[in-house]
C-alpha cells in the first residue's frame, strides 16, 4: 500500500505519514473544527488530499478491511487502525521480531531439500523481519545463507545413495 500510495502522490503519503488533517481553529483556549464556511484554499487542499489518500486505501482494501475503517475520519486514523489489526500491537510485534529472529538465528537447510525451497524459506524469514523495521544488512544475509548450505561431503554423497550402498 506504501508504495501505491508513493507512487501516486507524495503529497499523499505526507497525509498518510504525518496526520493531522482534521483542521482545528483556537476558541480560547480549547480547539474545535472549523467549519467549511471559514476554511481557506489551503485548507480544503489539505483535505482534498486526505480524501484522496482515504480512497486510494479503500480501493486497495477488500470488502472486510473497508468494513473495519468506514468509521475513521482521517486517512492517520485509518493506517493506525490496519497496522494494528495485521502487525498487532508493540509488545505483539517485539515477539514477532524476536521470534523471527530466533528463526534466522537457528536457520540451516533441511536435508531433503533443495537450494531453492531453502531461499524461499530463508526470504520469507528475512521479509518478515523486514515488514516489522527490522532490516538485515546485506552481507550479514549472505553470509548466513552460505553457512546455512550443507557441507561439501553432503553434497556429494546423497543421502538416498548412501542408504543404497549402505543396504548392499
Not at 19 to 40: N, Q, V
Request: with cysteine; net charge positive.
Amino acid at each position: 500500500m506504501r508504495l501505491f500510495i508513493k507512487s501516486n502522490d507524495y503529497q499523499v503519503w505526507d497525509v498518510v505519514e504525518d496526520g493531522s488533517c482534521i483542521l482545528m481553529k483556537r476558541e480560547g483556549d480549547r480547539l474545535i473544527p472549523k467549519i467549511k464556511l471559514k476554511m481557506t484554499d489551503e485548507d480544503r487542499r489539505r483535505l482534498q488530499i486526505n480524501d484522496k489518500a482515504m480512497h486510494m486505501i479503500f480501493c486497495a482494501q477488500g470488502p472486510d478491511d473497508c468494513a473495519k475503517v468506514s468509521s475513521c475520519t482521517s486517512v492517520k486514523e485509518i493506517c493506525d487502525k490496519l497496522e494494528t489489526t495485521y502487525e498487532g500491537t508493540n509488545n505483539v510485534k517485539k515477539t514477532n521480531i524476536e521470534l523471527l529472529n530466533l528463526s534466522y538465528e537457528n536457520f540451516k537447510m533441511e536435508p531433503d531439500k533443495d537450494i531453492t525451497k531453502m531461499f524461499d524459506r530463508f526470504s520469507v524469514i528475512v521479509n518478515g523481519l523486514k515488514g516489522l523495521g527490522e532490516v538485515i544488512p546485506e552481507d550479514k544475509f549472505v553470509r548466513k545463507l552460505i553457512y546455512s548450505l550443507p557441507s561439501l561431503e553432503m553434497l556429494r554423497e546423497p543421502p538416498l545413495l548412501k542408504k543404497r550402498i549402505s543396504r548392499n
